[in-house]
């Protein structure tokens, strides 16, 4: 089963297993419905995924492959795991990566739920990735192409999934997609990536979480780390760890968010230099290139979707918690981020940055 999206990846994901000889239908989710916060599809601009027209793509490029197509709506389960945890995530001072919580519960799970039942053996999407089986575990790659590589987002992939998900993208730089999209004649081969989370396309979080929720979210006190008052931010959701822009606050240097104080609804700045830590602790964790870190495990690690790794040495003091130490302070190590590990180009595993 293709997970199609009804963008340039995962139609092309299709025709590559074609071409390999695998009997192929393709699958549709439709996860969000601009409607649900009052918004009117068009208002969307297009940035928006599971819209009328991506279904309406992806039906029509698995009629050019001479593939059956389906469309599974799954908007209730999505705002139920994925929405809500965002909003809950914000509201609690963290910053969520809802992209990775949408493959772990809606790609891997509920689609693959239901490839099984309509009785294929592989899921297979558009991501940057590879897998390989390596003994008795599969192990998770990145792509070959270092621009395009998604293996970061499906850090939480666990082994009974991994068995049952081919990523044939990962072989193929971007450009090479494209060019078997023209070939193909594709009606989406030219069409844009979504670059924002598709239940925000307009990039204002603090208004989604505010209409989302029905909450109000009450203006408080900026103070630097000793508790001296600033000014006054316009609410906890408006923040983000590492944020510069948007605090109006004149200084000779510039302020940064470096905490946000959710009890006392304070949001802390300083100038920067109370960003750095050389340590983090993360939880919500899974490992796929082995069952549990023993003693102290040398490898690299990102704390950020578009981060070089960095190297570090890792502990697992018990079944849920990583701690991490690294060779440099790292800028801004977010709560509510993922922390993913890698030995060269493989994926170790990872978890949620507390």
């Known amino acids: 089963m293709i997970a199609m999206s009804g963008g340039v990846d995962s139609s ?16 549709t989710m439709r996860l969000f419905h601009p409607t649900l916060t009052g918004a009117e599809e068009s208002s969307c601009n297009g940035k ?6 991506d279904v309406d793509d992806a039906r029509r490029v698995a009629s050019m492959l001479g593939i059956p197509h389906s469309s599974k709506d799954y ?25 990775i919580d949408c493959n772990r519960y809606m790609k891997f799970e509920k689609l693959l739920d239901y490839a099984l039942s309509r009785g294929c053996d592989t899921i297979v999407t558009g991501h940057y990735a590879r897998v390989e089986k390596s003994g008795e575990r599969y192990i998770l790659k990145k792509g070959i192409d270092p621009a395009k590589d998604q293996s970061y987002v499906l ?8 068995s049952h998900c081919a990523f044939p993208l990962g072989e193929y730089t971007k450009e090479q997609i494209r060019t ?6 594709f009606v989406n081969a030219d069409k844009a990536e979504s670059q924002d989370i598709c239940f925000v396309p307009d990039g204002d979080y603090a208004r989604f979480i505010t209409e989302y929720s029905g909450e109000s979210f009450p203006e408080g006190d900026f103070t630097d ?8 931010h316009k609410g906890i959701i408006h923040y983000t760890v590492g944020q510069r822009k948007g605090l109006n606050l004149p200084a000779e240097e510039p302020w940064y968010v470096t905490k946000l104080d959710v009890p006392n609804n304070r949001v802390i700045l300083s100038h920067g230099d109370g960003l750095f830590s ?17 003693g102290e495990l040398r490898c690299a690690a990102k704390i950020r979707y578009r981060q ?18 690294f060779d440099a302070p790292q800028r801004a190590v977010t709560p509510g981020q993922a922390l993913v590990l890698y030995n060269g180009d493989v994926v170790i595993g990872g978890g949620t940055i507390n």
């Open 75 to 99: 908007s209730v389960d999505f705002s139920a795991q994925i929405i809500d945890k965002f909003v809950r995530t914000y509201a609690a001072g963290g910053t969520p990566n809802p992209c």
């Open 180 to 185: 078997i999209a023209e070939e193909q004649g």
């Open 278 to 294: 050389d340590t983090l602790t993360a939880h919500d964790i899974n490992l796929i290139a082995l069952p549990r870190i023993e």
């Open 48 to 53: 928006s995924c599971c819209s009328d027209r």
């Open 225 to 232: 780390r000793e508790g001296k008052v600033l000014g006054r």
């Open 12 to 27: 092309v994901a299709a025709f590559l297993m074609l071409k390999k000889g695998y009997e192929c239908e393709g699958a």
């Open 308 to 325: 070089q790794e960095q190297p570090c040495v890792v502990t697992q003091p018990d079944e849920d918690t990583l701690q991490v130490v």
């Open 155 to 162: 850090y939480n992939l666990t082994q009974e999934q991994l």
